[in-house]
């Protein structure tokens, strides 16, 4: 419980410190989309649980991102989701925040996907239109 009571004030708290504030470059818009998309996501209502013997995968950015290529590969296409590389990722404590791009003058919506670090747990998917 005190897990996740902690994950949506955290959400909340990178929210409004990274994005009430004007600032450029690309870290700052990644923080943001990522804050925002945590801020979407109910995953206060999902428990966070390891395998039995407690043991931590400790996944890299890459791993992540493989792992929601195989499941968004699986919901959407193959062609839908590789239209949407590269990919963006953004690392908020213990969760891996993904999100795709869309080429230039391309209208439509991105995948958002929130993968745990530890366990490799899909806490979101959503895809905007």
């Known amino acids: 419980m ?7 004030f ?6 409004i410190s990274f994005c009430g504030f004007s600032q450029n470059g690309k870290l700052y818009l990644d923080s943001c989309r990522a ?13 966070i649980s390891l395998n039995r013997k ?29 239209n949407e590389k590269p990919f963006n990722s953004y690392k908020i404590g213990e969760l891996f925040v993904l999100w795709g791009n869309l080429p230039k003058n391309f209208k439509g919506g991105v995948f ?5 670090r530890q366990n490799s747990q899909v806490l979101y998917i959503n895809h905007e239109k």
């Open 35 to 47: 804050s925002f998309i945590l801020s979407k996501a109910v995953i206060d209502t999902m428990p």
């Open 10 to 15: 955290l959400s909340m708290f990178f929210f």
């Open 112 to 116: 958002e996907i929130i993968i745990h």
């Open 54 to 82: 407690g043991w931590k995968l400790n996944l890299s950015q890459k791993e992540s991102q493989k792992i929601a290529q195989i499941i968004l590969y699986s919901i959407y296409g193959k062609k839908e989701i590789i």
């Open 2 to 8: 005190k897990v996740r009571m902690n994950l949506s």
